[in-house]
């Protein structure tokens, strides 16, 4: 399908799971070194050939494998990237393993390009596990996960999350969610903007994702507990 000139192949919304905003394109740019990156996705074929991972072990130790293969490129290519509306924040599918219609092993990179101080906002991926590997500038990164249960992404009803981690993510380093832990997460980049590329792998079903508007002030005494709410597949700061 195309956006505003943007070419987005179906199959990448499947995958990119944040991606539901409005694109514009801006051109590609040349790659750093061919070589090294299909020596990546090589590799990748192998890894998602060990697919499916059904555990929290499984999955915990298959997205710890993409985060060191991955953290071990000095580069990648820059795709065709689509501003996310007025956020800050560039997107473009990078690569798929192949074939593309295997969603069982299937590995997904999506490339990510923040301005300065730029927020992308907290959000979720249900049944997948993501690696982010940092490639310029810095950005903070906070995990959250659900303290209790949901109510679906259509309802407004709040909720509790709880801060499970927060770090620096910086060039050649890696941050890292599975569908059972750490699966909230919000970059903030840093003054002189941020670059990274995730590496998605689906564990079971695709159910959609949901932006969160989570409220600043801690619930709890230990600061760790926040109130929040669904907002739908669109950040509130487009």
Known sequence: MAKNGLIVDRRYLLWIGAAGAVLVASPAQAEPDAAEFDALMAA????????????????????????????????FPIPRMG????????????????????????????????????LLQSHNHPNYSVATVGIEGQAQVIHYEADGPTPDFASRDPFVVRKTAERILRPGE????????????????????????????????????????????????SGDSYRAHWIGAQPSNL
């Open 83 to 118: 501003a996310m509306g007025r956020t800050g924040v560039e997107i473009g599918p990078l690569g798929r393993t192949q074939p593309p219609t295997d969603i069982l092993h299937g590995i997904a990179l999506v490339s990510y390009r923040m301005a300065p101080n730029a």
């Open 44 to 75: 990748l074929e192998g890894l998602g050939d060990q697919l499916p991972a059904t555990s929290a072990a499984e999955q915990n130790a298959h997205i710890y494998r993409l985060a060191a293969r991955a953290m071990l490129v000095r580069d």
């Open 174 to 221: 890696a941050s890292t969610l599975s569908p059972s832990r750490d699966n909230i997460h919000t970059f903030q980049a840093g003054s002189h903007g941020a670059r990274f590329v995730d590496l998605f792998s689906l564990h079971g079903d695709d159910v959609g994702f949901s932006y969160l508007d989570i409220e600043p002030r801690p619930m709890s005494a």
